[in-house]
């Protein structure tokens, strides 16, 4: 079964703070994504990558950074966090561009900032 | 753009009737559409997925959903509803070309009344 790993399932953390989200993926999967999800809204694409060192904007990067140094590693950056990026945050991998495009998720990272 | 509409915010069945959750898009060209469940504090899980071919497809757990190309619909069915079906569900979206993520509906919960 492919397993996406996220390190934390919750952070409480401070304005201002700088904050990583990690998620690694067992199926070298060639794509990643992030997605924040919020009550009414469902869920919303962040950033996601093709291929290491590559990325791509979502809908809603402002404020957020990532980085894929490696292929099963894909991580979230809050440059400096502020309250309303306290939600639920995903994790999803999927084969390559030619694949329909089935995501295989992680259990998620609630990050609360106080 | 690509854009999902889940009309109901949550349905109500009671266990032993049959289910439906609704579900319309928007997409350039031809769709690849998929549904997923999500149990409280769990990542998603992926139910089924329509690429091409038979209108009608059946899923995980006794669910299907019918692909209605003229009234860009993928409801998504279950003949008979069981109280373990209470979830989170949400429809998604990608085209066969361009951006490889998905677009998320805003989710519509179901509950099950015994």
């Known amino acids: 079964d492919v397993k996406v790993t996220q390190s934390s399932r919750y952070l409480v953390k401070r304005t201002g703070e700088k904050v990583f989200l990690e998620c690694v993926q067992d199926m070298d999967h060639e794509n990643m994504f992030w997605y924040r999800q919020d009550p009414g809204l469902g869920l919303r694409l962040i950033y996601f990558?093709?291929?290491?060192?590559?990325?791509e904007k979502g809908d809603i990067p402002e404020g957020y950074s990532v980085s894929r140094e490696k292929k099963e590693r894909f991580s979230l950056i809050l440059e400096s966090a502020s309250t309303n990026q306290t939600s639920m945050y995903l994790c999803?991998?999927?084969?390559?561009?030619?694949?329909?495009?089935?995501?295989?998720f992680g259990e998620g990272s609630r990050l609360t900032v106080l | 753009a690509q854009s999902v509409a889940q009309p109901e915010d949550q349905v109500n069945v009671a266990e032993g009737n049959p289910l439906t959750v609704k579900c319309t898009y928007s997409v350039s060209g031809n769709p690849y559409l998929f549904w997923y469940v999500q149990y409280p504090n769990r990542g998603l899980q992926f139910l089924l997925k329509y690429i091409t071919g038979d209108n009608l497809v059946k899923g995980s757990y006794g669910f299907e959903a019918e692909f209605n190309k003229s009234q860009t619909s993928f409801h998504l069915k279950k003949p008979s509803a069981l109280v373990s079906d209470s979830a989170l569900y949400f429809c998604a979206v990608r085209a066969y070309t361009g951006r490889r993520a998905l677009t998320f509906g805003s989710g519509t919960r179901l509950q099950v009344q015994p």
């Open positions: 999803a991998s999927s084969f390559s561009i030619t694949n329909t495009g089935e995501l295989f």
């Open positions: 990558s093709y291929d290491v060192k590559m990325k």
